[in-house]
Structures are given as structure tokens and as C-alpha cells.
């Protein structure tokens, strides 16, 4: 489940749809919660499938630590690329906001820890060194982002939260013992997805 301050807009004729905030959501909110909504899709489902939904499910799901395909079931799934992203993922089925995204504002992942299979180009952007994303960028990264997300952790009781009841109860503890300050944070690189390990055992 997306936000609910967010909609979806159509950004430009380059980039297509994306997620936009309709109100300040303040750096610390979480941004979206895996839910009931959310269709898994094992791998070997996925290769059975048509080629059609295939190239559709490649294109807007992201995987998991298990391998497994997600596919968004709201426009959360249109929430797009940047290496400068306003969101990251944690190791508890949520992203939170790792700066203010302000009214009119995208909503953006770096897909590089979303366990992409393949790497891919994308648009320079201002600032940054990176132009492509690889399967391996969690390897490499997590720590920045683990870094970013311990400070967005520390605004997270003192901005509201109106996607921490749908949170599982499994993680919602430890989330608000992290915030805190009385739990370490889980690393980021709990969500990568090793193939080369599974392929092994």
C-alpha cells in the first residue's frame, strides 16, 4: 500500500507515469507498506506464464530476498528510478522517506536494491557518477543507504504514520524499537536476493 498524500500523474513523454505527493511527506514516513494487495509470483509461475504477462510482470514488479516477484497492487508499482531516491526499502516490508518529498514531488526508488536481473542503463543525473544499475548494487551500496536510512529512522516517532498499522505485526516492533533508539537497525542488504546462492544449493 502506497502513501495515501501520493497520485498518480503522468511525468513526460521520456519517463511515463510516476508517483507524485499531494502533501508534504515528511523524511521518516513510511512510504509504503507490503500489504494483502500485493500479488507474489514465484519464479517458476512466472516462466509458465504467457509471453505478454511475462514482459508486463518484468516491468513492474520488483523481487524479494527469496527470489520471488512482487507486483504492486496499487500505483505503487509506478514509482520510478532514481539513484538520488526520496524512498528506500528496509529489511521490514516497508520504505520509508529518506528526505522530504514536497507537494509535486515523485516519489523515487534506485531500483539497484530491488533486485534487478539484469542491469540496465538509465538517465544521468545531476550530481551522481552512476549511470547503470546492476544486480550486485546492494552489494555495494548497502552501506550508504543503511546510513541514510538510520537518519530518516531517527524523524520516525516524531512524524505521522498513517501506513504503521498495516505493517506486520512481526516487524512493526521492531520498527518502533529502532526508532527508538532501542534496537540496531536491520542492513538494507537483507533484501538482496543472491541467485548464485540458490542456484548452488
Known amino acids: 500500500m502506497i502513501h495515501p498524500d501520493t497520485e498518480l500523474r503522468f511525468i513526460s513523454p521520456e519517463i511515463g507515469f510516476g508517483v507524485v505527493a499531494t502533501k508534504l511527506i515528511p523524511k ?6 507490503f500489504d494483502s494487495l500485493d500479488q507474489i509470483i514465484s519464479p517458476e509461475k512466472l516462466e509458465r506464464m504467457d509471453s505478454m504477462q511475462k514482459v508486463f510482470l518484468e516491468k513492474y514488479c520488483y ?12 500505483h505503487a508499482r509506478f514509482v520510478n528510478h532514481s539513484f538520488r531516491s526520496s524512498c528506500m526499502s528496509t529489511a521490514y516490508d516497508c520504505e520509508v522517506a529518506v528526505r522530504d518529498i514536497l507537494p ?3 516519489l523515487t526508488d534506485d531500483y ?5 536481473s539484469e542491469p540496465f542503463d538509465c538517465v544521468p543525473e545531476e550530481g ?23 537518519e530518516a529512522f531517527e524523524n520516525f516517532s516524531s512524524v505521522e ?20 533508539g532501542q534496537a540496531s537497525m536491520d542492513s538494507i542488504l537483507n533484501c538482496y536476493y543472491d541467485a548464485s546462492k540458490v542456484r548452488k544449493e
Not at 523481487?63 to 496499487?74: A, E, I, K, W
Open 128 to 150: 551522481c557518477t552512476r549511470t547503470r544499475v546492476l544486480p550486485d548494487d546492494l552489494l555495494n551500496f548497502h552501506p550508504e543507504w543503511d546510513a541514510q536510512l538510520r
Open 63 to 74: 523481487r524479494d530476498h527469496t527470489g520471488n516477484y512482487v507486483l504492486c497492487g496499487d
Open 161 to 180: 504514520q498513517p501506513l504503521l498499522h498495516m505493517l506486520a505485526s512481526k516487524y512493526r516492533a521492531k520498527v518502533l524499537a529502532v526508532a527508538a
Open 112 to 116: 539497484g536494491y530491488l533486485n534487478p
Open 104 to 106: 509535486g514531488e515523485e
Open 28 to 33: 521518516g514516513t513510511i512510504t509504503w507498506v
